[in-house]
């Protein structure tokens, strides 16, 4: 693998999958891969899980990590040919050759903005790294996707399932927050790839970008999008369409026992309780958000194995 900045790089999903389930399984045996290698984790933005998942993937595999937030660094432009007289210090054409010098990996969480579509659709950060960093890239949620995650919870419904062909229900949610598209998005994609019998179901106005729904089955009644669901993926985004925007906080679609029904409840975390999903859900014997969150650091294992051995 040369980057992990979407689904796309990932060579063979079925082997990747496999593969990280035998890493859970024998999380060390692999360690020498990188020794004397390092991993630089960038952050734009707050996180829990990537980061600690991510650093202890790097760890199992014998690199050295070092994080930057990147707040706390120089300013950084990332337009072509600006005259840098204002507050941005860097530009990133230097800071990612340079990070480049002191790593072997770079991974990047650079969110969206939320406000400007075309700018945020064009992952500048993301794809700025790409551009002049001299080491593979790893995506750990950029403004439209978040490929390790998606790649968790493909493990997590492999691990799950006791049916060939389950069915799974990505079920939008409330949020007192305008929250980016891009867990959607890449699950979306994911469910897309895998062997199940999938359905979306929102409130109409918080249709995802149409390029990446395709023809999955999109269903306004989120009862009837439910029935007979093996797993329900609950995730709250904001306005693709009217972009940025909440237009809905009704508070029937947050997702309760009796909505579950036998499924089991998968959600990214963090999760804002009895807003998102009551209680009774998160604390029952259905919810698997731990055990996803677990396989946070055997998705980002067994891709910064696959990068390494092909450095
Ligand atoms: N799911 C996820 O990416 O969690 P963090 O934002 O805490 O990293």
């Given at each position: 693998m040369k980057n992990y900045t979407t689904l796309k790089d990932i060579s063979n999903l079925s082997e990747t999958i496999r593969e990280a389930i035998l890493l859970k399984m024998?999380?060390?045996?692999?360690?020498?891969?990188?020794?004397n290698k390092t991993l630089i984790m960038l952050f734009f933005n707050s996180s829990l899980r990537t980061r600690l998942s991510t650093e202890k993937a790097a760890k199992n595999l014998g690199m050295d990590v070092m994080i930057l937030n990147?707040?706390?660094a120089w300013n950084l432009e990332f337009e072509?040919?600006?005259?840098?007289?204002?507050?941005?210090?860097?530009h990133i054409k230097e800071a990612a050759q340079v990070i480049s010098q002191y790593a072997d990996i770079i991974a990047v969480r650079a969110f969206p903005t939320l406000q400007d579509k075309a700018k945020d659709e064009s992952e500048f950060v993301l794809n700025s790294f790409k551009k002049y960093a001299t080491v593979p890239i790893v995506n750990m949620e950029s403004s439209t996707a978040h490929p390790l995650q998606a790649l968790t919870d493909a493990i997590t419904i492999s691990e799950l399932t006791e049916k060939k062909k389950p069915k799974v229900v990505l079920s939008w949610a409330p949020h007192p927050k305008a929250l980016p598209q891009a867990v959607a998005n890449t699950f979306v994609e994911m469910m897309q790839d895998l062997d199940v019998d999938f359905t979306i179901t929102h409130?109409?106005?918080?249709?995802?970008n149409s390029e990446i729904t395709k023809d999955s089955p999109i269903n306004h009644n989120q009862e009837e999008a439910l029935k007979d669901a093996d797993f329900v993926y609950v995730k709250n985004w904001s306005s693709y369409n009217d972009y940025g925007?909440?237009?809905?906080?009704?508070?029937?679609w947050m997702m309760t026992k009796a909505k579950l029904g036998n499924a089991k409840f998968m959600h990214c975390l963090p999760v804002r309780r009895n807003v998102v999903v009551e209680d009774a859900v998160l604390d029952?014997?259905?919810?698997v958000v731990i055990q996803q969150a677990n396989n946070r650091t055997f998705a980002a294992q067994v891709v910064l194995k696959q990068i390494l051995e092909d450095l």
């Open positions: 024998s999380p060390f045996e692999y360690s020498h891969l990188g020794k990147v707040n706390d072509d040919g600006t005259v840098m007289n204002m507050d941005r210090s860097e409130p109409k106005g918080y249709e995802l925007k909440i237009l809905n906080n009704d508070s029937n029952s014997e259905q919810s």
